[in-house]
């Protein structure tokens, strides 16, 4: 037992937050290594639904390690009411983590990220407006502040001062905002640096000490691959890197501390925001998929954008992250849906076919999908256990998508709920030294 990384392999909201939970039962330690607030993991427990948008997805799992990494974007008010909201249903916060090396979302990005849009008018991204891309901006300029910096009052005032002079032109609209005062604001975040200071650690030394015990730790990702700054659909995508080899630098451990990879992907596939989406749906099977699959933000509340799974794009996922295996959630919303079609390949208006993911925008933009088309199944799967209590063409259309991509499936997902999961042998191995809990046994 060592590394798993668990990446979104889609657009994001595959349903991370579900599958990190499940895992975190056997695991030691979970690290959140990239992305910030904008991410959105739910995980539905008995019936009761817990959403998490910077505390990792294991913290409900008494005694786990649960690491914010240094890769990450830490909103520390956002944070606060995260952990203040655990101890109010319940749930010890004390395994949580905080690297000191993370940085800061401050006011000033989040209205930078608001007016950045506005700016932007129709060629808007649909940000989050949660200041994601300008705190990694001030990051990569060395005018970050860091979750260090909130234990020393004389230095967080310095740094924001240095931070914020450079905007002040852009910032003047705002200029009468209370949030923007230097005073305030440092009084704020001294405030918030003072509840959040006994979980600030050396996290990267933890998680080496974990893996050096042969502990597992699951890195858990935010976002998707197709969202990734230098892979994805750019400019449509978030400021961070969600595919697998960021788990590296945004925890602080090399490549071989990663034994495995887990791409999710829906049965489906959704993207919440602008950008192009090829097998992108228009009609009643979209809105359909967007009922039943209860496609509405966690984080922003906005409809998702949904269509057919895309293979070329998850083929390219897979080589991307070097996925060793593959978790397909939410197959039982396509239950009921007859034929269902699979994309396959790319067309572009002049008649071209694409086989491969084109690293061209302008080929992207204007690609549509090619499809097969594949049965469908009636029966409620929901209450699905293991892949032989899936109807034929539920099996088949898993095992047409697994032989396309050249990937195993490990896990499927048949419902919301902890226990509507499929569990493959090779999910299994992660049993490990803790024996698998009995879904109705989870803590
Ligand atoms: P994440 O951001 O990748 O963690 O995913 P989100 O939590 O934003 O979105 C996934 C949504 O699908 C959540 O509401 C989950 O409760 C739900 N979900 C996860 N797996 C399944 C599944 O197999 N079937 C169904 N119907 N819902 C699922
Ligand atoms: P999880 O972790 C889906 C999208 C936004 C927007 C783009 C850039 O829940 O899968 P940003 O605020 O990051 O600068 O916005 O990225 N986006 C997500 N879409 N799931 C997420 O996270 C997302 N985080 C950002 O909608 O299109
Ligand atoms: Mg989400």
């Given at each position: 037992m060592a590394g798993l990384a668990i990446v979104g392999a889609q657009w994001g909201d595959e349903g991370k937050g579900k599958v990190t939970d499940l895992l975190a039962q056997r695991a030691?330690?979970?690290?959140?290594?990239?992305?910030?607030?904008?991410?959105?993991?739910?995980?539905?427990?008995?019936?009761?639904?817990?959403?998490?948008?910077?505390?990792p997805s294991g913290i409900l799992h008494?005694?786990?390690?649960?690491?914010?990494?240094?890769?990450?974007?830490?909103?520390?008010?956002?944070?606060t009411a995260?952990?203040?909201?655990?101890?109010?249903?319940?749930?010890?916060?004390g395994g949580l983590r905080i690297s000191a090396n993370a940085h800061l979302i401050m006011p000033y990005h989040m209205l930078l990220d608001h007016a950045g849009e506005v700016r932007l008018g129709k060629l808007q991204i649909g940000t989050t407006r949660r200041g994601i891309g300008p705190c990694y901006a001030d990051?990569?300029?060395?005018?970050?502040?860091?979750?260090?910096?909130?234990?020393?009052?004389?230095?967080?005032?310095?740094?924001?001062?240095?931070?914020?002079?450079?905007?002040?032109?852009?910032?003047?609209?705002?200029?009468?905002?209370?949030?923007?005062?230097?005073?305030?604001?440092?009084?704020?975040?001294?405030?918030?640096?003072?509840?959040?200071?006994?979980?600030?650690?050396?996290?990267?030394?933890?998680?080496?000490?974990?893996?050096?015990?042969?502990?597992?730790?699951?890195?858990?990702?935010?976002?998707?691959?197709?969202?990734?700054?230098?892979?994805?659909?750019?400019?449509?995508?978030?400021?961070?890197?969600?595919?697998?080899g960021a788990a590296c630098v945004g925890a602080g451990v090399g490549p071989r501390d990663i034994d495995d990879v887990w791409g999710i992907a829906k049965a489906y596939v959704t993207r919440v925001g602008a950008g192009p989406f090829p097998s992108e749906l228009d009609d009643d099977i979209g809105a359909r998929m967007r009922t039943v699959g209860g496609e509405f933000g966690t984080t922003t509340g906005r409809a998702r954008r949904t269509g057919w799974i895309d293979l070329v794009a998850l083929r390219y996922a897979a080589r991307l992250n070097g996925m060793s295996g593959m978790v397909v959630t939410k197959l039982d919303v396509l239950t009921g849906i007859h034929p269902l079609s699979v994309a396959v390949r790319y067309l572009g208006p002049e008649g071209a076919s694409f086989d491969e993911y084109p690293y061209h925008q302008s080929i992207l933009h204007k690609a549509s999908a090619d499809y097969v088309e594949m049965p469908g199944w009636d029966e409620d799967i929901s209450?699905?256990?293991r892949l032989d209590d899936l109807p034929d063409a539920a099996r088949d259309y898993l095992a047409f998508v697994s032989d396309f991509l050249g990937v195993p499936i490990v896990m499927v997902g048949v419902g919301p709920g902890r226990e509507q999961m499929i569990w493959?042998?090779?999910?299994?191995?992660?049993?490990g030294a803790a024996p698998l809990v009995a879904p109705g046994e989870l803590p």
């Open positions: 030691a330690m979970i690290v959140r290594f990239q992305g910030g607030n904008n991410a959105g993991h739910t995980i539905v427990r008995g019936g009761e639904t817990f959403k998490f948008h910077l505390v008494p005694g786990k390690k649960c690491v914010i990494g240094n890769g990450v974007v830490v909103n520390p008010s956002v944070l995260e952990i203040e909201e655990l101890r109010r249903r319940g749930i010890d916060p990051k990569a300029a060395r005018l970050g502040i860091r979750m260090q910096d909130l234990l020393d009052e004389k230095i967080l005032r310095q740094k924001i001062y240095a931070a914020m002079e450079p905007k002040r032109q852009t910032l003047r609209p705002f200029a009468k905002d209370p949030a923007l005062d230097l005073h305030t604001m440092t009084e704020d975040y001294r405030t918030l640096g003072h509840r959040l200071e006994p979980y600030i650690a050396d996290t990267t030394r933890l998680t080496w000490e974990a893996l050096d015990r042969d502990e597992l730790v699951v890195f858990e990702g935010a976002q998707g691959t197709l969202l990734d700054i230098d892979h994805g659909t750019y400019p449509f995508v978030t400021s961070s890197n969600p595919v697998a209450a699905a256990r493959t042998e090779a999910a299994e191995r992660y049993a």
